[in-house]
Structure formats: C-alpha cells, structure tokens
C-alpha cells in the first residue's frame, strides 16, 4: 500500500491549507486514517485520526482549527488547516491502519511564516 499526500506548502499565519492524502490499492475498508506531523528537533506527534466508525481524535493544539475527513469511496483523507500558526510548522505525514498494519506516506512539508 503506497500512500499520496497533496496539498503541503508556504502559508502565512492565519491563513489556511488542505492536505489529502490517497491509499490507492484498498480493497477492504481502512480502519483508521490520520495526520500525523514531525517539527526539526521534535519527535513525530499526532494531529488527527478518523476511524472507519467516523470518530474522531484531534492534538488539543489543533481543536477548532484543524478538521480531519475521510472519503471511503475515494479511501482518501483530508486535513482541512485553519488559523495557521508559525509553530504548526512541520512535515505533515498521513497514515492508515488497514488490515492490522500501518502504512506511512511520504510526508509534506507545511511551512507557516511570514
């Protein structure tokens, strides 16, 4: 299973950002897709996951702004980014649980300055 995340980039605080990301080669429902992001010199955190039950986790530094969805038809997911802030910096990687394995993408690098 190869992910494809999209949508990372250079965006002033404040501004917005939508990252999706594809799990083509699926044939069974995905159990739980997410966000996850790495700063320089930080370890890899959560930001959000959604489970094919459609609930929801969010990182308490994201709640009300970030908003994580999922397309099963598409097997895609989606980081809807508001209210950016410099330290939301990061690359942003995708993941998905899917039949008892994690699969990581390739990252995408999400820069907040002005």
């Known amino acids: 299973v190869q992910l494809q995340a999209f949508g990372g980039g250079l965006v002033q605080p404040g501004g917005s950002l939508r990252l999706s990301c594809a799990a083509p080669?699926?044939?069974?429902?995905?159990?739980?897709m997410g966000w996850f992001r790495q700063a320089p010199g930080k370890q890899r955190e959560l930001v959000a996951t959604?489970?094919?039950?459609?609930?929801?986790k969010y990182a308490d530094s994201v709640m009300g702004r970030f908003t994580i969805s999922r397309d099963n038809a598409k097997n895609t997911v989606y980081l809807q980014m508001n209210s950016l802030k410099p330290e939301n910096t990061a690359v942003y990687y995708c993941?998905?649980?899917?039949?008892?394995?994690?699969?990581w993408g390739q990252g995408t690098q999400v820069t907040v300055s002005s």
């Open positions: 080669g699926t044939t069974f429902r995905i159990y739980a």
């Open positions: 993941s998905i649980n899917y039949l008892l394995r994690d699969y």
């Open positions: 959604a489970t094919s039950g459609e609930s929801t």
